[in-house]
Every structure is written in structure tokens, then in C-alpha cells.
């Protein structure tokens, strides 16, 4: 007889003969998965590498490797775009940028870059760009000083306006900005200086032997030159004034000669008061001395002088420049008599 005995159900653990989703998943997509982990480490070497590259320290322990890695990319530069350049010299600010058209674009450090460009004078701010694939955009900022004015002992940057450029000092970049422009001296200099600089700028063969301008009475200017003469120009006509001075430079080499100043506050005719002439050596005619008033080297002579004016000096009236018209005035006053 059968044995009919009653089964008891199995209550230990399932067994799952499917595996668990992520790991079908990751089965299935076992090669895009290795790619993307390759990615990511790749990604995570760039960036140490360029938070590193960016320190001050590595730049020049890593300077080496990145002079070899660039030369086996293919990105060259073909433009460099510079914006804002109005005082800063073309080539101070080619060299600052270390780099040039046909190098690689990533030969150069971008921060080392802007920190040189910064230290030219002029130059507030700069802001130096890297433009795929093949470009290089430099933006600058200066400043824009246009004469340096010395107030009370202080020799202050100045603009076009009259008014103090912040941030200034002597030293260092300042001090290099302070030689190349023009000093203006006085009371209310700094509100009339950019009219006399655009005068000056427009005869750079006089403004090279002015080293000072100083304003007298809050109306005109005398200005200083390199050996010491004065010249004095007209109320509100420097312009007029300066181009005249700038013809008889180029005829008679009138800024070369000594002379202790140059009145050219008639506008018709200047009025030259030349150094003093000592006496003639009696000795000089025996030894045969040659004649000490001739001409000096190739220099073209003055007209013939008028008669010498009480107070010591002689004093040359030259006419005006061909095209005016000559009217007889009063002498003007000698070298140490009040000119206002």
C-alpha cells in the first residue's frame, strides 16, 4: 500500500536564477563604462594639471615639460587682436606678451602674460585671452596722462581736463611715465596744459629741446629750454607761435644758437636777446686770431642786428615768417625788465 505522506512547503531562501538589474547592466555596457571611467581620470589629470600649471611656484618647474608637450599640438597663433593701445608702444606690449603669430597657442602662460603687461607703463589693466583655435585677444586699459604738473614741490599726472590721475607715484612704472611727458609749472598749468601739449605736438622739432613749460600769470607761457633760453610765447596763440619758431628752426637753426631768450609775444616779429660779447682780446689782431663773430660750423647767420637796447646783451629782431605783414612797434623790454 502507498505510503501517502504529506509534504511540507520549503521555507528556506529563494533562489534567483535571474541575476540583479545593475548587473545586467553593467554586463551589457561593460566597454562604454571603461571609456567613461577613462574619461573621468583623463578629466581629473587636466585640471591637477592646470590648477598646478597656475601656481607661481610651478611655472618655471613646469616650463620645460609644456615647451615639449606644445610642440606636438597642432593649434598655431595667426591673429593677435590688441584693443585699448593708444600710449603704450607696440613693441613694449609684443614683448610683454611673449609670444608672436605663427607660435602655438598654448606656448605661453596666459597669467605670466597679463601680470608683464601690467607692469608698462601707462597701463592700468590688461586682460589677455586665448581664442580657439587660433587667436590671441590682449585688452588693455591705461591710463591717460597727457603732462606731469609740478604744484608746490609735487609733480602730479595729469589729463587732457586738468585733473589728477589716481594712483600715481615716482616710482617704479610711474617714474618711466613721468620722463616721457611734458612738465607744465605753475598756477592753473594743469587746467591750460592740453592746448600747449597739442602745440608741442604738432612741432616735434621744438618740443624736443623744451623740457619745461611754466605758466605766467594764469595766461601765457614761457617755456624752458635744454640749454637754459626762454622763449616766450603769446597769450592764447601758442599754436601760431610754435609754427613760426618751428620755420626759423629749419632756416636759421634758431634753437641751436646761444641765446638767453626769444620774445614772441608780437605777432608780426621776434625779438632774440643773444649772450652777452665780451670785449675783443687786443692781443688777438697781433697773433692774427681769427675773427670770433663769423658764422660757427655750418650754421646759416642771422640777419643783421638792430641796435642793442640799454641793459646789457644784444637783441636781433627777426620779422615775421614770409607771408605777414611787418609793422613798426616799439621795442620790446630787455632781458630782466618787467614783461607784463
Do not use: C
Not at 605661453?108 to 590688461?126: E, G
Not at 665780451?278 to 643783421?304: E, F, H, Q
Not at 629782431?317 to 630787455?334: D, N
Amino acid at each position: 500500500m502507498r505510503d501517502r505522506r504529506q509534504e511540507t512547503p520549503y521555507r528556506g531562501p529563494i533562489q534567483q536564477d535571474r541575476p540583479a538589474r545593475l548587473v545586467l547592466f553593467m554586463r551589457r555596457h561593460k566597454r562604454g563604462l571603461r571609456l567613461i571611467l577613462a574619461f573621468l581620470v583623463l578629466l581629473a589629470l587636466a585640471g591637477f594639471s592646470a590648477s598646478a600649471l597656475k601656481l607661481s611656484s610651478s611655472e618655471s618647474r613646469f616650463a620645460p615639460y609644456r615647451a615639449k608637450l606644445v610642440q606636438y599640438l597642432p593649434f598655431q597663433i595667426k591673429t593677435i587682436r590688441i584693443e585699448g593701445r593708444n600710449l603704450t608702444p607696440e613693441e613694449d606690449l609684443t614683448k610683454a606678451l611673449g609670444t608672436s603669430v605663427g607660435q602655438p597657442i598654448f606656448g605661453f602662460s596666459v597669467s605670466a602674460a597679463r601680470d608683464r603687461i601690467d607692469a608698462l607703463p601707462f597701463v592700468d589693466h590688461a586682460i589677455v585671452e586665448r581664442h580657439m583655435p587660433d587667436t590671441i585677444v590682449v585688452k588693455i586699459v591705461e591710463r591717460s596722462p597727457i603732462a606731469v604738473w609740478q604744484d608746490h614741490g609735487q609733480f602730479i599726472l595729469i589729463n587732457r581736463a586738468g585733473e589728477r590721475v589716481p594712483d600715481q607715484g615716482l616710482e617704479g612704472k610711474n617714474g618711466q611715465a613721468f620722463i616721457r611727458l611734458p612738465l607744465v609749472v605753475g598756477e592753473g598749468a594743469n587746467l591750460a596744459a592740453s592746448s600747449l601739449v597739442d602745440a608741442l605736438t604738432a612741432n616735434p622739432g621744438i618740443k624736443d629741446f623744451v623740457v619745461a613749460a611754466v605758466r605766467v600769470g594764469q595766461r601765457r607761457w614761457n617755456l624752458t629750454l635744454r640749454d637754459g633760453a626762454t622763449v616766450l610765447l603769446p597769450e592764447g596763440q601758442e599754436q601760431a607761435a610754435l609754427t613760426r619758431l618751428a620755420q626759423y628752426q629749419a632756416q636759421f637753426r634758431l634753437m641751436e644758437r646761444p641765446v638767453v631768450s626769444i620774445d614772441m609775444r608780437l605777432p608780426d616779429r621776434m625779438v632774440i636777446h643773444q649772450t652777452p660779447v665780451s670785449p675783443p682780446d687786443p692781443n688777438a689782431t697781433k697773433t692774427g686770431a681769427t675773427d670770433k663773430t663769423a658764422p660757427v660750423g655750418n650754421r646759416p647767420p642771422l640777419p643783421a642786428a638792430a641796435p642793442a637796447p640799454s641793459g646789457g646783451g644784444r637783441s636781433t629782431r627777426l620779422p615775421a615768417a614770409r607771408g605777414s605783414t611787418t609793422h613798426s612797434s616799439p621795442p620790446q623790454p630787455a632781458d630782466g625788465a618787467p614783461e607784463e
